[in-house]
């Protein structure tokens, strides 16, 4: 059994919570799950808005995954697996290998959004990179980045 308390998450914070109750902006886990060799992936939500409340747009949401995938691959490269958004169109999944602390993925996540702000183009926004590689917006990104960096104190309020 994983000690999540540990790796520096509320034990009663991880895994599936009711949506009603969601706080946003969150950093939390939600999977832990281990290998037969002892190696763990960890499947953590990056919430950016409350459920059923106000929602991302697809050029937002399109651009800020572009960077969280910059971002994760340059700061965690032997970690990072996959980042993902979430079809409610609150958030985005992201997948790591053998690394679970709270700390270095908020402090990590903290990092990006940092670099996002100072970004002069949106990565992979080319037609060799990306599927709708028109559909970006460097100023939505850093809108949505400088929002959820002044609410960085909140990120650990899941519910
Ligand atoms: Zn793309």
């Known amino acids: 059994m994983l000690d999540f308390v540990q790796l520096g998450w509320e034990a009663e914070t991880v895994g599936e919570l009711d949506h009603r109750k969601l706080k946003a902006p969150h950093v939390k886990l939600r999977a832990a799950t281990p290998g037969a060799t002892g190696d763990i992936v960890y499947s953590v939500d990056l919430r950016i808005n409350e459920p059923n409340s106000v929602f991302l747009s697809s050029t937002e949401m399109h651009s800020f995954e572009h960077f969280l995938l910059w971002g994760f691959q340059k700061y965690l490269p032997q970690n990072f697996i996959s980042i993902g958004l979430m079809g409610c169109q609150t958030g985005f999944y992201l997948i790591l290998f053998n690394e679970g602390r709270a700390g270095v993925i908020r402090d990590t996540y903290e990092a ?8 002069s183009e ?13 559909n ?5 990104a850093q809108a949505l980045a400088r929002r959820i960096l002044g ?3 909140n ?3 899941i519910v």
Do not use: F, R
């Open 136 to 140: 970006h917006s460097l100023e939505m």
């Open 112 to 119: 990006i959004l940092k670099d996002v702000l100072v970004a």
């Open 155 to 157: 990120w650990n309020k």
């Open 122 to 134: 949106v990565p992979y926004a080319n037609i060799a990179q990306c599927g709708n590689y028109k």
């Open 151 to 153: 609410a960085k104190t």
